[in-house]
């Protein structure tokens, strides 16, 4: 099974740290992708991939950057975390740009940033 | 425009059925995943359609409208860990936010 592992589950940080959440997924997939999910709002895209070094603004980039220096890693950053950013972070994964099932997402479990 | 739309809440009694419909507006449309998430945890695949029809798989039943722009997922036999959100999400993948765009979901609560 594919797997996507995120560092932690759970992260208490100061406003103003700098917050590193890392990724990873086993299965040689090209995508790569950073939600924050928060009620009432669903899932809001912050960040994706599709290669090696290549990254893409979702619809809430303001306050993140990311890197993806290997296939398998990819890495969201908080330059200076705010309190407003107190979420819970998704990672997920899939094959490639295409049409079909095998086209789907693979969730990492997440990790609930508490920003205080 | 891209949206996806979907109940935001729903109840239902355990041992009944319940559909859960999302209706979307997309640029694109290469297929409807359906994923259950439950609370704290990763979303997980439930199913899949792209052509127009009832796709079953057990308890669980998918069905697409493409002319409609109209998906329902369908539970059967209820149980209680059934409580969970249920995320809709459009494969769209000439896109320019990603491969599938995402309903907010729908929470089940399944009462006794």
């Known amino acids: 099974d594919v797997k996507v592992t995120q560092s932690s589950r759970y992260l208490v940080k100061r406003t103003g740290e700098k917050v590193f959440l890392e990724c990873v997924q086993d299965m040689d997939h090209e995508n790569m992708f950073w939600y924050r999910q928060d009620p009432g709002l669903g899932l809001r895209l912050i960040y994706f991939s599709y290669d090696v070094k290549m990254k893409e603004k979702g619809d809430i980039p303001e306050g993140y950057s990311v890197s993806r220096e290997k296939k398998e890693r990819f890495s969201l950053i908080l330059e200076s975390a705010s309190t407003n950013q107190t979420s819970m972070y998704l990672c997920a994964s899939s094959l490639s740009r295409g049409a079909g099932p095998n086209y789907g997402y693979t969730f990492g479990s997440g990790t609930r940033l508490t920003v205080v | 425009g891209q949206n996806i739309d979907q109940p935001t809440e729903m109840t239902a009694t355990e041992g009944a059925i319940v559909q859960i419909n999302c209706t979307y507006q997309?640029?694109?449309?290469?297929?409807l995943f359906w994923y259950q998430q439950h609370a704290g945890e990763a979303p997980t695949f439930l199913s899949y359609?792209?052509?127009?029809g009832l796709e079953e798989k057990g308890r669980f039943s998918s069905f697409l409208s493409r002319s409609k722009g109209y998906s329902y997922l369908l539970l059967k036999e209820l149980q209680m860990k059934d409580s969970a959100s249920y995320l809709c999400a459009v494969q769209n993948y000439g896109g320019s936010q990603g491969n599938l765009i995402f309903g907010k979901g729908t929470k089940l609560s399944v009462k006794p």
């Open positions: 997309t640029s694109g449309f290469n297929g």
């Open positions: 359609n792209v052509l127009d």
